[in-house]
């Protein structure tokens, strides 16, 4: 079934929960379609555990548009969400709408997601009105990392709590269709969820949310430079992914790879007659 932000919508009302996790190819893409997943973000996450960067800051506009064409060929039924990087939409109002825009018209992104609460009101309202739906996200929001001094958990002062819910009506507000909540107390999460009437995607945000994300090679055990608290490794492909190669090199280095089965063959007296 194809999956629209009227989907996520519905599944709010219906009080069912949304299932999300990122990709960054066509294959990947394929395997997570096939599995009924409701929405693939292209994150800007692709700095870190595609490109092997400390942070997402890196990440340019024309990067996520290639990865967005290579998702979209595998997944028919997701929802497709481009992340807009760093500098891609803080400059103007105009340079949004643009690349916002280039998702879109070059990527095949069906929506755009872009981090920040009332300073970017204007970006996202401008977005909307230019028929493309948007995903906000708030609290620990990754292209803010050297403002925050880290990667730290918001929203732990009543001062905080309060701008996230401010934050997140004006977010809906202006027209998103839904918001990510990322490395905030569940209990932060669960009271801007109950605030407004658009779905909450929460990634180290509790159970409250009304739907969940995770980096997949985080989940998969693919990626262990950095675990996140909130990770839940459902395999640990990452050492089956190295015991597999070890026995490709083993069988390679003592001829048993490859075998018959795995060789073309030619009729030897066809094979005579080129002598």
């Known amino acids: 079934m194809k999956n629209t932000i009227l989907t996520f919508k519905d599944l709010k009302k219906q ?3 949304i299932s999300m996790l990122t990709a960054y190819d066509y294959s ?14 292209i994150g800007d996450s692709l700095g870190m555990v595609i490109k092997g960067d400390e942070d997402t800051l890196g ?11 290579a998702v979209k060929k595998g997944a028919k039924n997701a929802l497709i969400v481009s992340d807009m990087p760093f500098l891609s939409y803080h400059i103007s109002v105009e340079q949004a709408v643009l690349n916002a825009g280039r998702l879109v018209k070059e990527g095949g992104a069906h929506a755009v997601k872009l981090e920040g609460g009332a300073h970017v009101i204007k970006q996202i309202e401008a ?10 996200h708030l609290g ?8 925050f001094g880290g990667f730290k958990v918001q929203g732990k002062s ?6 996230l819910i401010e934050d997140a009506k004006l977010i809906e507000k202006a027209g998103a269709f839904a918001v990510v909540l990322e490395g905030i107390p569940g209990k932060v999460a669960e009271m801007i969820t109950d605030s407004i009437s658009i779905p909450t995607i929460g990634i180290g945000a509790g159970k ?31 050492t089956v992914i190295k015991e597999a190669v070890g026995s490709y090199i ?6 048993s790879f490859p075998e018959e089965k795995h060789t073309f063959s030619i009729n030897e007296e066809e094979l005579k007659k080129l002598y």
Do not use: W
């Open 158 to 163: 009543e001062e905080t709590v309060k701008k």
């Open 59 to 69: 990440v340019t506009i024309d990067e996520v548009i290639y990865h967005t064409k």
């Open 28 to 41: 990947t893409a394929r395997l997570f379609d096939e599995c009924n997943i409701n929405g693939i973000l």
């Open 15 to 17: 009080h069912k929960k």
């Open 140 to 147: 620990l929001t990754p292209q803010s990392v050297n403002a």
């Open 250 to 255: 083993s069988e390679v280095q003592n001829g």
């Open 127 to 136: 977005i909307v009105n230019a028929q493309i739906p948007v995903m906000g």
């Open 208 to 238: 409250e949310c009304d739907g969940q994300i995770l980096v997949y090679q985080d989940m998969l055990g693919m990626f262990n430079d950095f675990v996140p608290k909130f990770v839940k490794q459902y395999a640990n492909l990452g």
